[in-house]
């Protein structure tokens, strides 16, 4: 697998010689992104689909969804594509800026971490006030998480995806 490091993308978006393909679901892309990224979400992934006037370097929040679009790019035949090493996490750590549209969504995990985290201290305050076997709210999100974890699913986030406020919002005209 090829890996490209913030600051090597930083110099190739310089000069214009890179392409910047964001695998993240498109709620996750409107709410941020890296300047003249465009979005290919990997739940609808086509490598035919791609632009090819310049090398390809994928993009997700960590890196992991860009390693899986780059495998699938690559097994199409595509060999001068890359992903960025540690995604948009890294690039802003590197202290490169991100277009950002606060009037878009938070990102679906930040959303199941809120819920979870509620749904668990719920659990716990309601166990402790009114009945012990409240605990077991807990124990089915702790569970739930745990399962996420191992599958690399996750049901909540599943679910908050359909919601309607989680849909990415367009511009009004002006």
């Known amino acids: 697998m090829k890996h490209v490091k913030p600051a090597a993308l930083k110099q190739s978006l310089d000069r214009n010689e890179a392409l910047v393909i964001d695998v993240r679901e498109p709620g996750e892309f409107a709410r941020e992104h890296i300047a003249g990224a465009q979005s290919f979400p990997l739940s609808s992934f086509d490598p035919s689909r791609l632009p090819r006037d310049r090398r390809i370097v994928l993009c997700c929040q960590t890196g992991t969804r860009s390693s899986h679009a780059l495998a699938q790019l690559e097994a199409a035949g595509l060999h001068d ?14 202290h490169f800026t991100t277009s950002i549209d606060i009037t878009q969504p938070i990102s679906i995990m930040r959303q199941v971490q809120i819920t979870a985290g509620s749904i668990v201290l719920l659990g716990a ?14 124990g089915f999100v702790g ?9 690399d699913t996750c049901m909540m986030a ?10 990415p919002r367009v511009a009004a005209a002006q």
């Open 143 to 151: 569970a739930g998480l745990v399962f996420a974890g191992v599958t």
């Open 81 to 94: 594509v890359a992903h960025l090493d540690g995604g948009l996490s890294a690039w802003k750590a590197a």
């Open 158 to 167: 599943t679910l908050l995806a359909k919601l309607p406020y989680n849909r």
């Open 125 to 138: 305050v309601l166990a402790a006030l009114v009945s012990p076997w409240f605990i077991l709210l807990s």
